[in-house]
């Protein structure tokens, strides 16, 4: 089992190019940046090489480092291995790109450090084995987390912004300590695997569930704790990257850790749903009403998140880890290349549309969309596929309809159809084959999702109905977005519903009233 242990090389890397860092913080700090993407690259190939021996020799516990039930342990599975390699991988990709970023920068050395540092302290979250390790490991996260927002300490906006970040990062850590408490108590253990193993309903178990769900969806900048995500735009880019496309998954991250006590409690799997869906599509209306680049993909991010959160209350736990890679990966390169996307669109000469859809060409795209689906699927087979995860699909479908809805305007040329067509059709067809890969990585981490009762097929058919209207909406947009009442809503849309400015107003009085 001394396998097990081969994962704590990559945070241990990190930790010595952290403290490495210390001795030379300023500017253009000799090997110092090249040496951090180094300790970054061979990090990546610590967190591989344990996946390769998860292949080898399956899932393990390592043995606690430490006493009584507090110390380091390292649970290897397809969650952490998958968690390990995408944390790592993202975190090479954006040392390597801050290394030339910041050059020049007065504090160099020091934003490499406190980077490498919390990159260390993700991957010490996600292969934690044991529940104290992973409430030191969450609360390290967002303590540095909150030394790269401040990087540039003397703007305003920032040091509002981190303080936004700091009430929502306390709450949430005092949720997870509640659970953690209370998980310790109930099953005896500080071990996670054997928890999940023993996980039963009871009174201890939902209100853990309860504490859990509460910490994820406020560290994941859920409606209406979302604002802090959309205003830590202060920070160098690389900074930007490495919280949209690692740190903010740790809400995604604690909900699939945690799946088998989840289950346990149904009522707060409903509330994840109504409240990840809402979040969904709030963030995504939202979305398209910015205008600045990095807003518009703060936006973005917590629109996945709610998506996540919304898989996660369907018990599509192995769905959600697939979306968490996805958006990652995705986010890290937006977010790295929104420069030069913006100038590339900036070049383009814009014509104008080249098509807009009447209503009957959006209503021909969402019926040929889900006729697709269920042609594909029976290709594929709907055969032990869950009610939950074919739901899930057809949402998909709905934001592929609105592309296919562009191709198929009685104005758009042959080849926007063709190509809208094909889209629709390999969107369809990798869903069916993404899904049955990660059922097969997770089969036996994960639990199955199980069969809907009342509740979940009522939140099933609200999902359905809610995002097939927004889709429905944003299609037929150009039809009626010269109505008087499109400009009034564009501009509550753009302020996010208020919110934020209703959660800035509360934090503002707390604040006056202790300093008072």
Known sequence: MSHLFLPLLSPLILLAAAAYARRTPGRRPGLLPKAAEWCALAA??????????????????????????????????????????????????????AATYMDGEARQGAFAGWMSATLAAVLLLVMSGNLIQLLAAWVATSLLLNRLLLFYPERTTARRAARKKAVVARASELALAGAVLLLALSYGTTDISAILAAAQAGPATIAAAMLIALAAVLASAQFPAHGWLTEVMEAPTPVSALLHAGVINAGGFLLIRFADVMLAAPGV??????????????????????????????????????????????????????????????????????????RNVAAIRRPGPVAVPSARNVLQAFAIGIVMYGLIGAVFGFDGKSVQAIALGVILIFGVAYILAQGLADAAPGALTRRT???????????????????????????????????????????????????????????????????????????GLYANAIFDRLLDGWSNRKTA
């Open 269 to 342: 799997m409903a509330l994840l749903v109504m409240l990840g869906g809402f979040t969904a599509l709030f963030g995504g209306l939202v979305m398209l009403t910015q205008a600045a680049v990095k807003t518009s993909l703060a936006w973005s991010t917590i629109a996945q998140m709610g998506f996540m959160v919304m898989q996660c209350g369907l018990a599509l736990f192995p769905l959600a880890l697939l979306h968490i890679v996805a958006h990652s990966l995705y986010k890290a390169h937006a977010f790295l290349s929104a420069g030069e996307a913006v």
């Open 421 to 495: 067509v094909i889209y629709a059709s390999a969107t369809s067809v990798s869903y069916f084959l993404l899904q049955s890969l990660a059922l097969h990585m997770t089969a036996g981490t994960l639990p199955p999702a199980p069969a809907p009762g009342p509740l979940e097929w009522a939140l099933i058919v609200l999902a359905l109905v809610s995002f097939g209207a927004v889709a429905v909406a944003q299609a037929t947009f150009p039809l009626w977005a010269t109505h008087p009442a499109a400009a009034g809503l564009r501009v509550h849309l753009s302020s």
């Open 44 to 97: 990546f190939a610590a967190a591989a090489a344990s996946a390769v021996l998860l292949l080898l020799h399956g899932p393990g516990t390592s043995a606690l480092i430490g006493l009584w039930g507090v110390g380091i342990s390292v649970r290897l599975d397809a969650v952490s291995a998958t968690m390990l390699v995408l944390v790592s991988f993202i975190g090479w990709i954006v040392m390597r790109y």
